[in-house]
C-alpha cells in the first residue's frame, strides 16, 4: 500500500506519539513517558513499591517499617587500627554526625596515671621508684626509699623499723632504748645477803617481764604464788628464806 506523501514529516512523528508518550519538551524528534492523570500512561504504585532491603548494602538493613537502619553486624569483621582508624558519633554542641580518630580519643580518656601513644593506653612510671618490665608493672629494684615509706613519727637516725599492729602502718623503735644492750642484761649475786631469815631481796633495776630467772644454789628457781617466790616490781620475795652461805644469783632484763 502506497503512503501519502502528503503527510508531512512533523505528522509521521505525531502518529507514533499514542497514549503514554510524548514529545520531549528539549529534543522534539525524542519521545518520552507521559505520566498524567488521564489521557497518559497510568503506573500502579504498588508495582512500582520499592523495599528498602532492595538498596541496603553492607552495613544497612530493614528496620521493618519501611526505613533503613545501621546493622553493625551485617559490616565486615576486621581488627581495628587504634593509631589511624576512625570512628562516627554524635556532636553534642551542635548534634551533627562526625567522625573522630581512634587514638585522638584514648588520647582524650587518658586520666591521672595513664598515657596514650598511637592509640594505646599505658601507665605512666617514673621508673626509678616504679617500671614496666616485660607488661608487668612492679617496684624497681632498690627503688622504695625511706622518704617514700609512711611511717609512724618518721625517725631520724638510730631507729628500727616495725610493723606496729596496732597503728596500722610502720613505725619504729629507738636502738638505744627499746631495744637490749649489754648494759640491760643484769647477773646479780644476791649470796652476802642470805641469813637464814631474810626473804626480800631488791634489784638494782626493774626487770623486763619475764625476764627474770632466780638459781638458788644452781637451781633454778619457780616463780608463783605457793611456789619459790614472787616478782612484785623490784623485789623479790622466797617462800622460805635462804640460808647461809646459800649461793643466790638473779639474772634478769633491766627495762627502759
Known amino acids: 500500500m502506497a503512503l501519502n506523501t ?3 514529516g512533523l505528522q509521521i512523528r505525531d502518529a507514533f506519539f499514542g497514549d503514554g508518550l510524548k514529545r520531549n519538551a528539549g529534543d ?3 519521545a518520552e513517558l507521559a505520566l498524567k492523570s488521564s489521557g497518559g500512561l497510568k503506573i500502579d504504585t504498588a508495582e512500582l513499591a520499592v523495599e528498602p532491603a532492595d538498596f541496603a548494602g553492607n552495613g544497612l538493613a530493614d528496620d521493618g ?5 545501621l546493622d553493625i553486624n551485617g559490616l565486615a569483621d576486621t581488627a581495628i ?8 558519633f554524635d556532636d553534642a554542641t551542635d548534634s551533627e554526625s562526625k567522625k ?6 584514648v588520647t582524650a580518656i587518658a586520666g591521672d596515671g595513664l598515657g596514650a601513644t598511637s592509640g594505646v593506653l599505658a601507665v605512666n612510671v617514673d621508673d626509678s621508684t616504679i617500671e614496666i618490665d616485660t607488661d608487668t608493672l612492679r617496684v624497681k629494684d632498690e627503688g622504695i626509699t625511706e622518704a617514700k615509706m609512711a611511717i609512724n613519727s618518721a ?12 597503728a596500722g602502718k610502720l ?3 629507738d636502738v638505744d632504748t627499746d631495744f637490749v644492750s649489754d648494759d640491760d642484761i643484769k647477773v646479780e649475786n644476791e649470796s652476802a645477803n642470805c641469813s637464814g631469815s631474810e626473804t626480800e631481796f631488791t634489784l638494782s633495776s626493774t626487770p623486763v617481764a619475764n625476764s627474770v630467772q632466780v638459781f638458788l644454789n644452781g637451781l633454778m628457781q619457780e ?14 620475795t622466797f617462800a622460805t628464806a635462804p640460808e647461809v652461805d646459800d649461793i643466790l644469783i638473779i639474772h634478769y632484763v633491766a627495762s627502759a
Open 6 to 8: 502528503s503527510i508531512r
Open 28 to 30: 522534539g524528534d525524542i
Open 65 to 69: 517499617s519501611d526505613n533503613l537502619k
Open 81 to 88: 587500627d587504634v593509631a589511624n582508624d576512625f570512628f562516627a
Open 100 to 105: 573522630e580518630s581512634v587514638a585522638d580519643f
Open 155 to 166: 625517725p631520724s637516725d638510730g631507729y628500727v623499723v616495725y610493723w606496729n599492729a596496732g
Open 171 to 173: 613505725d619504729y623503735k
Open 223 to 236: 616463780e608463783g604464788t605457793g611456789k619459790d617466790y614472787i616478782l612484785s616490781g623490784t623485789t623479790v
